[in-house]
Structures are given as C-alpha cells and as structure tokens.
C-alpha cells in the first residue's frame, strides 16, 4: 500500500480493523486496539514525523485533503458530475463510462475515479442510493451474524477478518475503484457468502466437538 502510493487504501485498515475489534468483544482488544488507531491517527494528521521518506509523506496527504491537488480534482469533477446529473436521476445507463462510442462525449471527458461515481454516473442517484443501502444490509447482516450466532473462535476470526476485508474496500471505493476491480469484486462476494453461511459451519464444527467427546469418552 505504502510502495504503490494507493492512498485511499488506508482506509482499510483504520475501518476494517475497527470493526473486527468491536465484533471480538474482548475489552481488552477493544482498548488497546483504540489506543493503537488513535495514536496512528494523530501520527498522520498531526505529526510531520519521518517527513522525509517519500512514502510516509504521500500518505499524510490523505489525511489533509484540503492539500492534495488529485482530491482536490476529483471533488471539482464531483461537482461537475452533479450538475450534469441534476436532470437524471437513473444516470446515463449501464456501461456508459466504459464505453467509447458514448453520445454525451460531455459525459467521456470526467474520469469516474472510483467505483462508486462510476454507479452514480451508471445509474444515478437512485441506482447508488440503492446499492449503497443493499451494502449498508449486506454489513450490518454479516456483523449481526458474526456478533450474536457465532460460537467458535477460530471461526469467527476468519469470517470477521473476510467481512472487515469487504467493509474496508467498499470505503475505499469512494475515492478509487477497487471494489469491482477484477479479481477483488468476485474474491469480495464470495467472502460474503461464507459469512452468511458461517452459521451452518458453526452447527458443524460444534457436532463435530460432539463427536470427538462422546469417541474420547468411550475410548476411555
């Protein structure tokens, strides 16, 4: 992430690694992983510490915004995308940004940026708002399963961590377009998948457990 310069990427981490703390519900972890965000938090925003080496510095800038001449751009082509939307709530149909025999050359010459401009210009504000929510549905689903149905450790790490993985890119997604991106769309929907079926893994796993006693209990 640092090498590729990927700024939008840090995201993941801080909001992926967020939410895997709360769903452990281990006190603990919960504390000091707090105390390890904020303090990582304040070294980007508020220090100028290790200024000099060229990575550190590119990622600092995505924490001023305000600062970087790339976002200052893309909320500019933001703003004229808006307009331009104003009078198309269903966007410019499917496609349309990947197409080079587009109509509306007005529409070929804004860069999309990031997978989610790409749906609102695809599909317009009615389209995201949609997609967004199916998402918001889709997170707040796995976090109750992970929270409340999941009994096995193990198993809830690995199934946290793919959720957490999903959650990340799709905010990451608001300044790059990653989430579709092959091969992480189909990588990231089939880690939803084993979420939603984490319960019948969890009933299998605890049979299991049940199986091995009674076997060990007759063995002895």
Known sequence: MFISGTRSALI??????????????????IILSVIFLAGAFYFF????????????RRMRTAFHPTEDASFMLRVE????????????PFGYGIGST???????????????????VRIWIET???GLSIYLLIMVLIIG???YIL???????????IES??????????????TNDIFMMFPNGPILYMSIAFVFLAENYDKEIEENKKIILKNNEKTI
């Open 124 to 126: 317009g504000i009615v």
């Open 45 to 56: 925003y508020g220090t100028n510490y290790l200024e000099s080496v060229s990575y550190i």
């Open 161 to 174: 961590a793919l959720l957490c993985g999903f959650a990340g890119m799709l905010a990451a997604s608001y």
């Open 12 to 29: 993941i981490p801080f909001l992926g690694y967020g939410i895997f703390v709360i769903l452990s519900k281990n006190k603990k972890v």
């Open 147 to 157: 929270f409340f149905k999941i009994k096995d450790p193990e198993l809830k790490g």
């Open 77 to 88: 082509n933001k703003m004229k995308l808006r307009r331009m939307l104003a009078d198309k």
């Open 98 to 116: 990947n197409s080079s025999g587009q109509d509306d050359s007005e529409i070929i010459t804004i860069p999309p940026d990031s997978g989610l």
């Open 141 to 143: 689903k796995g976090c």
